[in-house]
Nanobody, 119 residues
Framework: EVQLVESGGDLVQVGGSLRLSCAAS????????MSWVRQAPGKGLEWVSG????????IYANSVKGRFTTSRDNAKNALYLQMDSLKIEDTAMYYC????????????RGQGTRVTVSS
């Protein structure tokens, strides 16, 4: 069974940084492209970033490009999202997902991790 467990969310001030983690199990993580999506309060799911199955090769939404960095550790079955220069509009529940650009019509598999950016 595919399991994705996100962690690392917190309350942070504008301009601050956070590092999110996603622990994956139940599938062959090392050959699976992965991504991060988010859902702001009252809004739908938004794709944030995707990364192929090799180290490197990440792509980003324009809204986070230059501020967020996605990485992975295939030995640990872990996906990461380093978020710098956080903005109010980054406030959301963050989820990891299978695929570089996953379909956004289905609920995320994991419970997500909450990021709140305050002024």
């Amino acid at each position: 069974e595919v399991q994705l467990v996100e962690s690392g969310g917190d309350l942070v001030q504008v301009g601050g940084s956070l590092r999110l983690s996603c622990a994956a199990s139940g599938f062959n993580f090392s050959v699976t492209p992965m991504s991060w999506v988010r859902q702001a309060p009252g809004k739908g799911l938004e794709w944030v970033s995707g990364i192929n199955n090799r180290v490197g090769g990440a792509i980003y939404a324009n809204s986070v490009k230059g501020r967020f960095t996605t990485s992975r550790d295939n030995a640990k079955n872990a996906l990461y999202l380093q978020m710098d220069s956080l903005k109010i509009e980054d406030t959301a529940m963050y989820y990891c997902a299978l695929g570089v650009i996953p379909p956004l019509g289905s609920p995320p598999r994991g419970q997500g991790t909450r990021v709140t950016v305050s002024s």
